[in-house]
């Protein structure tokens, strides 16, 4: 079993920036074969995508949700089973709990998901 554990979030001014990092551990977590997603979800709101990243068999096509093209960049390790989220220019709706998750280039949907991390932005 893959596990997910995201760090990272906290509290932030308006116009701040934040880096949230996912780290995958437990069983052979085949990197090159692995798509990550950031998804966040604020209170009373559906959860909303965020940022892809294909796997690096598939180019590391990355791909954003639109309320965060341009202030978002997603992003992987070279070494390691992390991937990261550079948050800049943090609007307070932005404000919410930021889930990890992967799959691997058979599925179709998210295999893994972490337990999230909140980030609160304050105006």
């Known amino acids: 079993q893959v596990q997910l554990a995201e760090s990272g979030g906290g509290l932030v001014q308006a116009g701040g920036s934040l880096r949230l990092s996912c780290a995958a551990s437990g069983r052979a977590f085949p990197s090159s074969t692995t798509g990550w997603g950031w998804f966040r979800q604020a209170p009373g709101k559906e959860r909303e995508f965020v940022a892809a990243i294909s796997s690096r068999l598939s180019g590391s096509t990355t791909n954003y949700g639109g309320s965060v093209k341009g202030r978002f960049t997603i992003s992987r390790d070279s070494a390691n089973p992390t991937v990261y989220l550079q948050m800049v220019g943090l609007k307070p709706e932005d404000a919410a709990v930021y889930y990890c998750?992967?799959?691997?280039?058979?599925?179709?949907?998210?295999?893994?998901w972490g337990q999230g991390t909140q980030v609160t932005v304050s105006s």
């Open positions: 998750a992967a799959k691997s280039d058979l599925a179709i949907n998210y295999q893994y």
